[in-house]
Structure formats: structure tokens, C-alpha cells
């Protein structure tokens, strides 16, 4: 099993543009979230989904997208990138709630993105 | 909303020195878990506690759940450079759906 992969794993980004960072996991799990990474402020959670064709807000949802087509596919896109949107982000995802506790969560590897 | 605090946010520790980081949530807790971080990678997962009282070992590391189900804490004995990188607390958020983070306590150890 490759895990929870992302792509890319660097991007510099000027104001304004719009991208698309991937996220897949071979896992069959039915939760996947998105979260930022910034310096002292731990991990924020942007989005997420529990399951295909569900998705919800997380804390920080502001200037993000995301849709769930499939189980293994969870896309984060920018809509128009802004400075404040530099860091470092997460794509995580865990199988459902099993006997009402939480499950381990898995991380990708990351996307550091740099906005200009 | 819920929040998760963690203390101290930094620590340099001589190799061979105790550590220890506190975890506080603003409301209770079903469970908590605690994952490590090393410099320019992922979090990773490293335990899960959910009884009230709870403490639970992983050798030099020491977990512990309060006995309100609102603060941990991580003690790691006589520290090694391995054990260097940024521990998070995590509490769930939304009905249980998704994970709160704490801010993370970066630990630095000299040899």
C-alpha cells in the first residue's frame, strides 16, 4: 500500500492563480480531511469529507474548495491564491468510527506551497 | 469552538534529560491522541488514550489522560537525539468527525 499521497510537493504560486493539490490513499478509508501547517500554529483543519460525495467545513475553509468523486480522491483547490495561503499542507485520512472511538489517522507526505 | 492548548510551545533539553508537554482541551474529551512530527516530515500517530486516568508506555515515553478528560500530557525519560521534532496533542472536533490540533511542542535535544 503507497499510504496517503500528495502531489506536488513543492509549488510557487503567484497572486491570483488558481491550482489543485492532490490527494489520494489506497486504504479504502471512508474519512479524508485537509489541513494547514503554519509555524506555531499547529495543524488547522480546512475541509473534509466522510465518505464519496460528502464533504464539509473545517475551521479554516475560507479560499479553499474540495470535492469527493471517489473513495481514494480528495482534491484541495485554491480558488485564487492569496499570500496568507503560504504553508504547508496536509492530507490525512482514517477509516469510520469503529465502536464510537477515534481512529488513527494517516498523513501524506505534504505540499508546501509558496504564494507570491 | 473547542480548543486545544499545548505547553510549552518550544524546549532545548540536554541529551539524557526528562521532557514533558501538557495538553489542555476547553471541553471534554472522548479520546486523545498524540502524534510526533520530525523536522520536514509528516505527523505521525503515536497513541490514543480514552479512559479518564488512563496512562499508557511506549518505553522512554509516558502518556498520560487527566482524570476530567481535558489535559494530557507526553513524558519522555532520559531524551535522545531521535526524540527530537514537534509533539501534537489531538482531541476530536464536530461530533467526533475530524481532529483538533493543539499547537505542538517542538522539542530540540543537544548531545
Known amino acids: 500500500n503507497a499510504g496517503v499521497t500528495q502531489t506536488p510537493k513543492f509549488q510557487v504560486l503567484k497572486t491570483g492563480q488558481s491550482m489543485t493539490l492532490q490527494c489520494a490513499q489506497d486504504?479504502?478509508?471512508?474519512?479524508m480531511s485537509w489541513y494547514r501547517q503554519d509555524p506555531g500554529m499547529g495543524l488547522r483543519l480546512i475541509h473534509y469529507?466522510?465518505?464519496?460525495?460528502?464533504?464539509d467545513q473545517g475551521e479554516v475553509p475560507n479560499g479553499y474548495n474540495v470535492s469527493r468523486s471517489t473513495t481514494e480522491d480528495f482534491p484541495l483547490r485554491l480558488l485564487s491564491a492569496a499570500p496568507s495561503q503560504t504553508s504547508v499542507y496536509f492530507c490525512?485520512?482514517?477509516?469510520?468510527?469503529?465502536?464510537?472511538?477515534?481512529?488513527?489517522?494517516?498523513f501524506g507526505p505534504g505540499t508546501r506551497l509558496l504564494v507570491l | 469552538g473547542q480548543q486545544v492548548m499545548q505547553i510549552p510551545q518550544y524546549q532545548h533539553v540536554q541529551e539524557g534529560e526528562d521532557f514533558t508537554t501538557y495538553c489542555n482541551s476547553s471541553t471534554t474529551l472522548s479520546n486523545i491522541q498524540w502524534y510526533k512530527q520530525r523536522p520536514g516530515g509528516h505527523p505521525v500517530f503515536l497513541i490514543q488514550l480514552v479512559k479518564s486516568g488512563e496512562v499508557k508506555k511506549q518505553k522512554r515515553l509516558t502518556f498520560q489522560f487527566g482524570e476530567a478528560k481535558k489535559n494530557s500530557s507526553l513524558h519522555i525519560t532520559a531524551t535522545q537525539t531521535t526524540d527530537v521534532g514537534t509533539y501534537f496533542c489531538?482531541?476530536?472536533?464536530?461530533?467526533?468527525?475530524?481532529?483538533?490540533f493543539g499547537g505542538g511542542t517542538r522539542l530540540m535535544v543537544k548531545p
Open positions: 489531538a482531541g476530536p472536533h464536530n461530533a467526533g468527525n475530524m481532529l483538533t
Open positions: 486504504m479504502n478509508h471512508e474519512y
Open positions: 469529507s466522510v465518505g464519496a460525495g460528502i464533504t
Open positions: 490525512a485520512s482514517r477509516p469510520r468510527l469503529a465502536g464510537g472511538y477515534q481512529e488513527t489517522q494517516y
